[in-house]
């Protein structure tokens, strides 16, 4: 059973920012892809940024620019770098791999923007 454990959130101002991360247990990590979404109260869970397997990343275009996913498959780490964060952005921020129909979920961290 693969389990994720996000960290780094935490209550920053406007403009500040933030770095994610999210350890995965288990051998699958290197050949999943790797998502960050994200749920603001009131809101549904939205797609965040994407790292395929074979290094090709995607976001979506509210975060386009400012946030940026990488990963380190020799420790089962995702990250997520968020600069020039606005109070839009605030959320539980949860991280999600995906291998072969199979998705798994970490329990999330929150995120607050506000001065």
């Known amino acids: 059973q693969v389990q994720l454990v996000e960290s780094g959130g935490g209550l920053v101002q406007p403009g500040g920012s933030l770095r994610l991360s999210c350890v995965a247990s288990g051998t699958i990590f290197s050949r999943a892809t790797l998502n960050w979404y994200r749920q603001a109260p009131g809101k549904q869970r939205e797609w965040v940024a994407r790292s395929s397997s074979g290094g090709y990343t995607g976001y979506a275009d509210s975060v386009k620019g400012r946030f940026t996913i990488s990963r380190l498959n020799t420790k089962n780490t995702g990250y997520l770098q968020m600069n020039n964060l606005k109070p839009e952005d605030t959320a539980v921020y949860y991280c999600?791999?995906?291998?072969?129909?199979?998705?798994?979920w970490g329990q999330g961290t929150q995120v607050t923007v506000s001065s």
């Open positions: 999600n791999l995906f291998l072969s129909s199979n998705g798994y």
